[in-house]
């Protein structure tokens, strides 16, 4: 049975940095594409980055120089550094496994974490 085991949400205040885990059991994940979404009240769901199998990375123009995604395979574990925090980061945030090698969407995924709640203060 897979299941992906989210930690590291929490409430910090503007500029403060928070590190998001993922981990996975039951699934090898080190030939799969993964990703971060998250989703704020009355928002859409929306990928916040992804990393490839092969380790190319994406990020939303939103958060591009501030959050950082990386992974360990050996570990079956997912990272998301984030850093500079704004109020606009409030979320709650969601690991996500691809079918693909290659590339994230909302359409492609296989497997979501549970969610995790980021709140961000002024």
């Known amino acids: 049975q897979v299941q992906l085991v989210e930690s590291g949400g929490g409430l910090v205040q503007a500029g403060a940095s928070l590190r998001h885990s993922c981990a996975a059991s039951?699934?090898?994940?080190?030939?799969?594409?993964m990703g971060w979404y998250r989703q704020a009240p009355g928002k859409e769901r929306e990928l916040v980055a992804s990393?490839?199998?092969?380790?190319?990375?994406y990020y939303a123009d939103s958060v591009k120089g501030r959050f950082t995604i990386s992974r360990d395979n050996a570990k079956n574990t997912l990272y998301l550094q984030m850093t500079s925090l704004l109020p606009e980061d409030t979320a709650k945030y969601y690991c996500a496994i691809s079918r693909s090698s290659l590339v994230v969407q909302t359409s492609s995924v296989r497997y979501w974490g549970q969610g995790t709640q980021v709140t961000v203060s002024s």
């Open positions: 990393i490839t199998s092969g380790g190319r990375t």
């Open positions: 039951g699934l090898s994940f080190g030939s799969y594409a």
